[in-house]
């Protein structure tokens, strides 16, 4: 059974690019979550999908969005990099709100250059 | 706003010894706590999770314990091996569709 699927694994960006980040929930779940990791950090919520709507959204600025598609898996975008923005970048699923936990993926290391 | 502490921020400690990684967490109305190993520059693998009316989860070595009254979760390891090193997260559960995170406990293993 695959569990949470994110791509690409690292990327490296100019500052003022954009960027997309894809995720593929684990088989069975319903909800998608983005989280940002500074390095030394927790992570930090940023937003969750749930029936291809945004359910919820974290203190992120409007630079970034995201998106759910009805197979489930989602996109994050991040418009106008900042140096800041370098994290890891995770993402989880569950089912509804996290009943029976979360699932979390390997991660997409974005470097801003 | 639920604020998630871990402590110790880091610890070291021989191969073999017991331990406990300590939690705490402001709010105590959460549905469930997780706790997470995390190795470097890797995502976030669950250990164990608590549900809020659970005092205790099992895992081989792994036991949680949850205090919702005192705001408090440990996590205890048994016989520490070098393969433990890693970071320990834990992670408050309020509703809200969002995980509330602490900083994380560093543990090094040392053969």
Same mark, same amino acid.
């Given at each position: ?8 694994? *690292? ?17 069975? *779940? ?10 030394? =950090? ?24 995201? *998106? =759910? ?45 | ?26 709010? +105590? ?50 016989? +520490?091996?070098?393969?433990? +090193? ?26």
């Amino acid at each position: 059974d695959a569990g949470v699927t994110q791509s690409p694994t *690292h990327l490296i960006k100019t500052r003022g690019q954009q960027v997309t980040l894809r995720c593929s929930p684990k088989s069975g *779940h319903d909800t998608v979550s983005w989280y940002q990791q500074a390095l030394g =950090q927790g992570p930090q919520f940023i937003f969750q999908y749930y029936e291809e709507e945004e359910r919820q959204r974290g203190n992120f600025p409007d630079r970034f969005s995201g *998106h =759910q598609f009805p197979n489930y898996s989602s996109e994050l975008n991040v418009n106008a990099l900042l140096l800041g923005d370098s994290a890891l970048y995770l993402c989880a699923s569950s089912l509804w709100e996290g009943t029976y936990g979360y699932t979390f993926g390997s991660g997409t290391r974005l470097t801003v250059v | 706003k639920q604020e998630v502490t871990q402590i110790p921020a880091a610890l070291s400690v021989p191969e073999g010894e017991n331990l406990v990684l300590n939690c705490s967490f402001t709010d +105590s109305a959460i549905y469930n706590l997780q706790w997470f190993r995390q190795d470097p520059g890797k995502g976030l693998t669950s250990l164990l999770l608590i549900q809020s009316s659970q005092r205790e989860q099992t895992s081989g070595r792994l036991n949680a314990s949850l205090d919702k009254s005192s705001g408090r979760s440990t996590l205890y390891i048994a016989a +520490s091996q070098p393969g433990d +090193s890693a970071t320990y997260l834990c992670a408050a559960n309020s509703g809200y569709s969002t995980l509330t995170f602490g900083k994380g406990t560093m543990l090094l293993v040392s053969p």
